[in-house]
């Protein structure tokens, strides 16, 4: 290892050099490669953490760029999925993390493989179908999760720590269900760095072997509004929880293979996961062309094309995502017309 | 009578009686929110029973989902 890349990271007492060694050996999972997963894979690829897993499901785009610190124009013109584009990044930031990036939804099949061999969780998902499946995967093979969330001005994050602090489905009632998400309000750039910061600084306690400085709280803010907020929720950790108690069934690990539909946060998007996998970009690609009313791209990892007034982005997993609709059904209707 | 809410002084007006007056007062009150008031945690159904007194401390976080 060199000796003088993690100096001043080691000087820092509570880390030293047996907590860096322990970083090293570690393997964190990141779910979610867009504002807060790009913020925290640079902060853990810059602290020397052994081994990081990306998951993402999407591509860059231009709107991303305000916010989103791992990706270039150039990323953006090649329409490059966002985990590979933030490998590529964080690879360049620091050669000796192993970064395995995954092209795909955080769904039970792939997070099975992974979640018992990382050390933890970092929830940089946008919606909490996702979330309450990672807080069931957490608490099956007891990993500590840390959710972190942004709208606007104000960022909200706590760490789930299995068997200690209530787990998401104990909060279940306070999850919101249709509320504010960034399509409608927006976001400004320092609040993702706020929610990483308080995130991170957790990750690096419990991966270094810190537990007890863990703070236990909610924490959230309001950056504009000038407001910071702290409140200790162990009362809240249910008896009965089927997520976290002894009665537990892990309501969110039920299986569905059904074509499933999610309307995607901030865009005007519905992506559509159908029960097969892998597809050849190709042959999909040499059967569009026949029609030549519809426009192609393609790259390595994703085929796009626009007809009507819609633009369709196949990746190699078989998922689709519609752009131009919010309507479930008439996506499907889509996806149905040109892609079988 | 002056309370302190999410760490900021408010002056609220005698009708805000209770907690859940002052969910209503800050427009609050379809989301579903986590309060501490005086650093206790309520339940729902404590909103209502919640009397607010001058210098009370109340603390509410909600969560979002973007990220």
Sequence with gaps: ???????????FAPIGESGQEKLSQSHVLIIGAGALGSSSAEALTRAGVGHITLIDRDY?????????????????????PKAIAARQRL????????????????????????????????????????????????????????????????GVT????????????????????????????????????KVVSQQITEALKLLTGNEAALSGKIISFDLWNNEHVEIEVASLRKADCPSCSEKRSYPNLAYDSHLKTAVLCGRNTVQLRPQRKQT?????????????????????????????????????????????????MEAKNIYHRYLG | MKITVNGNGLEVQEEVKHVKGLIDFLGLEDKPLIIEHNQQILQKEEHEKAVLENGDKVEIVHFVGGG
């Design chain 1, 1 to 11: 290892m060199e000796t003088n890349r993690y100096h001043r990271q080691i000087l």
């Design chain 1, 158 to 193: 706590f760490t789930v720590v299995p068997k200690k602090t209530p787990c998401l489905q104990c909060l279940q009632e306070y999850i919101p269900v249709n509320g504010a998400t960034c399509d409608s309000v927006g976001v400004i750039q320092p609040v993702v760095q």
């Design chain 1, 280 to 328: 050849d970009l190709n042959e999909v690609a040499k059967e569009l062309q026949k029609n030549n009313q519809i426009k192609l791209f393609q790259n390595p990892y994703l085929l796009s094309f626009e007809v009507d007034s819609f633009r369709i982005v196949l990746f190699q997993d078989g998922r689709a995502l519609v752009h131009g609709t919010m309507d479930q």
């Design chain 1, 91 to 154: 690879s360049e930031v620091n050669s000796h993390v192993k970064i395995d990036a995954i092209v795909g939804d955080a769904e039970v099949d792939i997070l099975r493989k992974i979640v018992p061999e990382a050390d933890l969780i970092i929830d940089a998902t946008d919606n909490f179908e996702t979330r309450l499946l990672l807080n069931d995967m957490a608490q099956k093979y007891q990993k500590p999760w840390i959710y972190g969330a942004i709208v606007a001005s104000y």
């Design chain 1, 60 to 80: 860059v785009e231009e709107s991303n760029l305000q916010r989103q610190q791992l990706f270039s124009e150039k990323d953006m013109e090649q329409k490059m």
